[in-house]
């Protein structure tokens, strides 16, 4: 049973570029939840998709948008990169359960702005 | 602040010793969890507690909940070199779809 797999693994990229991340869940779960990890910090919460739809999102600018496909992968958008968009970009998939559980983290897409 | 705050920040302790790291938070929670992360990679899932626990056991782990005091601890026992990791408390909050995580305790297992 394939956990949750990310790619790239790592990835670099200029000031002003786009870049597309890519998450597969976990097999059995349907919701995709995206976090950002600077580095000594904390995952910071992006947002979560959940029936292709952007269910909850985190204080990040429109910049960051995703997509949920029929299947429950899904994808995290970067557009006009920043430095301080350098960080570790972890997924996790889940189970639908409204009363919440474990979190299935991916080994995460380490991206560099340059 | 919706998220969790830890402390100490980063703990160094011998082999064999035990570890105790504690969460505090502000909101109203329905579930707070604990993740493990070693350098650089995914975040692993350790154990849950539901807002209606006050204890929970997971081999040589010890998580309390003191829910009137907006606290958690997670202990962990006979510490070994291969714990050294990142620990984080993750809340849900009552009504919410999203976990949020603190900035983690970082611990050092001397061997």
């Known amino acids: 049973d394939a956990g949750v797999t990310q790619s790239p693994t790592h990835l670099i990229k200029t000031r002003g570029q786009q870049v597309t991340l890519r998450c597969s869940p976990k097999?059995?779960?349907?919701?995709v939840s995206w976090y950002q990890q600077a580095l000594g910090q904390g995952p910071q919460f992006i947002f979560q998709y959940y029936e292709e739809e952007e269910r909850q999102r985190g204080n990040f600018p429109d910049r960051f948008s995703g997509h949920q496909f029929p299947n429950y992968s899904s994808e995290l958008n970067v557009n006009a990169l920043l430095l301080g968009d350098s960080a570790l970009y972890l997924c996790?998939?889940?189970?639908?359960?409204?009363?919440?559980?474990?979190?299935?983290f991916g080994e995460g897409s380490r991206l560099t702005v340059l | 602040s919706q998220q969790g705050e830890e402390d100490p920040q980063a703990l160094s302790i011998q082999e064999g010793e035990n570890a105790t790291m504690n969460c505090s938070y502000k909101?109203?929670?329905?579930?707070l969890q604990w993740y493990r992360q070693n350098s650089g990679r995914g975040l692993v899932h350790l154990i849950l507690?539901?807002?209606?626990?006050r204890e929970k056991h997971s081999g040589r782990l010890r998580v309390t909940l003191d829910t009137s005091k907006k606290s958690s601890s997670l202990l962990i026992t006979a510490s070994r070199a291969a714990d050294t990791a990142s620990y984080f408390c993750a809340l849900r909050n009552t009504g919410g779809f999203k976990t949020i995580f603190g900035a983690g305790t970082r611990l050092f297992v001397k061997a």
């Open positions: 097999s059995g779960h349907d919701t």
């Open positions: 909101t109203s929670i329905n579930n």
């Open positions: 507690i539901r807002s209606n626990e």
């Open positions: 996790a998939s889940s189970p639908r359960n409204l009363l919440g559980g474990e979190l299935f």
